[in-house]
């Protein structure tokens, strides 16, 4: 059985490495090995680096420097630093934020002024209103629309049950059943109002 000639630049390396080995013999059996695997890692590194790879073996030996040279630093306790792994690879890329939602903006917060404030000035439409660019905006989710169109819708629905009660009872209702009235046609919208509120600083947070 036939063993495959080294190439010319394995040849380079082991060579390098033997001169180095040699050389660095009056070092303590720890140091010696960290400066053997140092430069080793160096010689692999610098193959396969992806900021600069080197193909040609001779160039990466000549950055490294002489044997001797090597050696006095690590007597030293001061290998050069440029032959240290962190500066030859490329840093993974940093994972960006997926920012899915935000705080809103001015439509967002209009949205739910005309659930609130504006349900207390012109009930049904006012928060109608509201819902439609709630349904047109980016920043709540779906379920959190659908709960703002039921909530605000289920108030209406009431009011509207309520009026015709009242219609059938004309000549018994009072100024208290009005209210009440007044009452369901807002209070639905303003609650749907202050949920999507938390909604919306909610999902700016966790963005």
């Not at 050389?23 to 140091?31: A, I």
């Not at 002024?113 to 047109?136: D, F, K, R, Y």
């Amino acid at each position: 059985m036939t063993t495959a000639p080294l190439a010319h630049t394995d040849v380079i390396v082991l060579d390098y490495l033997a001169a180095l080995w040699a050389q660095s013999e009056d070092l303590s059996p720890e140091l010696r090995d960290e400066l053997m695997s140092t430069v080793a890692d160096y010689i692999a590194a610098r193959r396969a680096s992806a900021v600069e790879p080197i193909e040609d073996a001779a160039s990466i030996i000549g950055r490294l420097g002489p044997p001797e040279s090597l050696v006095a630093a690590a007597r030293r306790g001061n290998l050069p630093p440029h032959i240290r792994l962190p500066a030859l690879i490329a840093p993974p890329p940093v994972p960006r934020l997926v920012r899915t939602t935000t705080a809103g903006g001015a439509p967002e917060y209009a949205a739910i002024g005309l659930l609130t404030a504006g349900a207390v000035v012109l009930p049904v439409i006012s928060p109608v209103a509201g819902m439609l660019m709630v349904t047109a905006s980016p920043h709540w989710t779906v379920a959190a629309k659908a709960t703002g169109w039921i909530v605000t819708a289920g108030s209406c629905a009431a009011a509207a049950m309520l009026m015709v009660f009242l219609v059938a009872a004309m000549p018994f209702y009072g100024e208290g059943v009005a209210v009440l009235m007044y009452l369901l046609l807002c209070g639905g919208s303003v609650g749907a109002g202050i949920y999507l509120l938390n909604q919306l600083r909610r999902g700016g947070q966790a963005g």
